[in-house]
């Protein structure tokens, strides 16, 4: 239902939107239901002629049983959607699978900054890519990301991989995503951080293997320094 509106771009996308369709239909079934029992009721028990208001205190067992019945199936629900909920969040956000390349991603007011790692695959040397608003990547490798902001709350979020956390000053925060297909999308500050918020946008590039492993010939220093001599 959802990815007919924003596509499905990482490996777990689709458990998320599975959870969110799941709480759709439970919340949008009892709605209707309610709405029904309570249109149907007010109906049934409009103004007549000659007969006489009651008043009914809903202590009777017969009484009782319309709020019993309803409220022990809601709760059968609610039981469904935390099994549901725990499961994606220990898949998405507790369990990293081994990553095959880390970047570091930087929060500030108002601008989104990356660090790549090049060629040696480690960051934190040399060779490492830097960009503004421009995270690239490769498709299917699970890369993990250490989350920092430079001054305020921001929040990390890319719609089409589902993936979205909170960068919090004096914090690294990890997460990871596994891309599943090559393409170019957006990634939004999700955390209202000041007056340029709105326009604290990026892109993420995935790549496939060839244009990844040009793209970071042509940008890493070292490499560009190595073929300059
Ligand atoms: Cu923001």
Known sequence: ????????????AGDIDGLINLIAWFVGVWFLVAEFVFFYLIFKFRHREGHKGEYITGEEKHQKRFITIPHFLVLVCDIFIIIGAVRVWVDVKQTLPPADATVRIIGQQWAWSFVHPGPDGELDTADDIKTVESLNTEVGKV?????ESRDVLHDFSVPVFRLKQDAIPGRIISGWWKA???????????EICGIGHGVMRARIKVQSAAEHASWMHENSPVASIASAN
């Open 1 to 12: 239902m959802i990815e007919r509106y924003l596509e499905q771009v990482s490996t777990y």
């Open 180 to 190: 599943t297909k090559t393409g170019e999308w957006d990634i939004q500050c999700a």
């Open 143 to 147: 890369y993990h990301f250490q989350l």
